[in-house]
């Protein structure tokens, strides 16, 4: 091994039945080639800056920034549609149970206890970062032929530096044919986790996120404990990541299921998914349904922020059309169920002037 120098005690680690892989604790690389260093691409801001979902597109020659789900303006309309429900926020977690606690307060003490469960919510709604795939990793650092066959097993060199960020971390993998070659992203997210253990996330992927299992999760209404568990195991661009978020919001699309999200921190990343794919009528007829119309209007204007070409982004921009309006034009331009969200709003302005005129 011309490029690496490594005085280390090795241990098997199974990886399957199959394959058998003797990793190295510690191996420190010979900097001899600077292409070896490269850092990989990054997660907002290790590395190669990362880039939202959205966050370019080129329209001819000329690049056009199109909006990304990190932008304040973005952000503050999920937010809004999110919803602040502290009962579904707090809801009692699964524990050992302990006698409740009662405290007799003042009004102002009162008042102070809930802004700070207010700020206590907003915390624990903020939303996990939407991203572009990652880009795999193929690149080969060395043919040793005359290493061929003097082993029958991977070798896996990791610099375990507590400095290093690890999009930066150096970790390469020799062959039994004796390539030398960068370790693939699921390689080293199995490394990193083996020598920097993150609390919730283990080293093989657990079985819950087979697709059979999944199923499962699914039709016991347990969408946010899928998406939690996602959350903790995967890298946010990696590709089981973003399989698992995207397979999880067309099932409660498919069922309507939108209220099982809503005061979560994973309700604005599904709306982001259904606004970029174009796909909100369901969400926006469950809206004006639950009586949420600005949550509807909102949803509306997002989808002409991120597709202002569009004929109901042009449409409701000659008519200057606001609330309500800005649903009906929606309805009538480029929505898939144009007709029953028509239908939705009507029979909820009837609804109103009733009430109206009862009260």
Partial sequence: MATLRSSVSLFTLQAGSRVTWRVC??????????????????????????????????????????????????????????????????????????PPTYKLMTQAQLEEATRQAVEAAKVRLKMPPVLEERAPINDVLAED????????????????????????????????????????????????QIYFPKEGRRILTPVIFKEENLQTMYSQDRHVDVLNLCVAQFEPDSAEYIKIHHQTYEDIDKYGKYDLLRSTRHFGGMAWYFVNKKKI???????????????????????????????????????????????????????????????????????????????
């Fill in 281 to 359: 009528d369901g969400l926006l007829i469950d809206q004006i349904q639950r009586d949420l119309v600005d949550d509807a209007t909102s949803l509306v204007q997002l989808y002409h922020i991120l597709h202002p070409d569009g004929q109901s982004a042009q449409e409701a921009k000659e008519q200057a059309a606001e609330g309500l309006h800005l649903v009906k034009v929606f309805a009538e331009t480029e929505a898939q169920k144009g007709a029953y969200i028509e239908l939705t709003l009507q029979a909820y302005q009837e609804a109103f002037i009733s009430n109206s005129a009862a009260s």
């Fill in 25 to 98: 604790f510690r191996a420190r690389p010979r900097p001899r080639t600077g292409s070896l260093f490269q850092p990989l691409p990054g997660v907002c801001g290790a590395g190669t800056p990362c880039r939202g979902l959205g966050s370019e597109a080129e329209s001819g020659s000329s690049k056009i920034k199109k909006p990304t789900f990190m932008d304040e303006e973005v952000q503050s309309i999920l937010i809004k549609m999110t919803g602040l429900d502290l009962r579904k926020i707090f809801k009692p977690a699964i524990q050992e149970v302990k």
């Fill in 145 to 192: 032929k005359i290493l061929e066959g003097t082993e029958t097993a991977k070798y896996v060199f990791t610099d375990i530096s507590y400095s290093i960020p690890h999009r930066e971390r150096f970790i390469v993998v020799r062959e039994p044919s004796g390539t030398l070659r960068k370790a693939s992203w699921e390689e080293r997210d199995r490394m990193i």
